[in-house]
Nanobody, 123 residues
Framework: QVQLIESGGGVVQAGGSLRLSCAASGRTFSNYAVAWFRQQPRKEREFVAAINNSGGSTHYADSVQGRFTISRDNAKRTAYLQMNSLKPEDTAVYFC????????????????WGQGTQVTVSS
């Protein structure tokens, strides 16, 4: 089992920045790829970004490419999502998820999920 806890959400004005954290406990964190997803009301969960277990490979949704950066610190058992140039359409609940070794864009491929953290971007 891997337990994930997100933090760092909040309210920010358009153009601002936030950094989300995903703290892991349980099994060896460095064995797991981590992804961030987001979900808006009445919409399906949407892939945002992912990083493989070593941190050497990343992937982003087109909508956040160039604005968001995913990273991880395996020694601290934590993954991060740095979000810059935020837009009102980035408003959502953000979830981190983990799966063994390599990442996928499909939510169904992830075995472990955090509880989510709300990000609200005001215009």
């Amino acid at each position: 089992q891997v337990q994930l806890i997100e933090s760092g959400g909040g309210v920010v004005q358009a153009g601002g920045s936030l950094r989300l954290s995903c703290a892991a406990s349980g099994r060896t964190f460095s064995n797991y790829a981590v992804a961030w997803f987001r979900q808006q009301p009445r919409k399906e969960r949407e892939f945002v970004a992912a990083i493989n277990n070593s941190g050497g490979s990343t992937h982003y949704a087109d909508s956040v490419q160039g604005r968001f950066t995913i990273s991880r610190d395996n020694a601290k058992r934590t993954a991060y999502l740095q979000m810059n140039s935020l837009k009102p359409e980035d408003t959502a609940v953000y979830f981190c998820a983990a799966t063994i070794l390599y990442f996928y864009a499909a939510a169904s491929r992830y075995d472990y999920w955090g509880q989510g953290t709300q990000v609200t971007v005001s215009s």
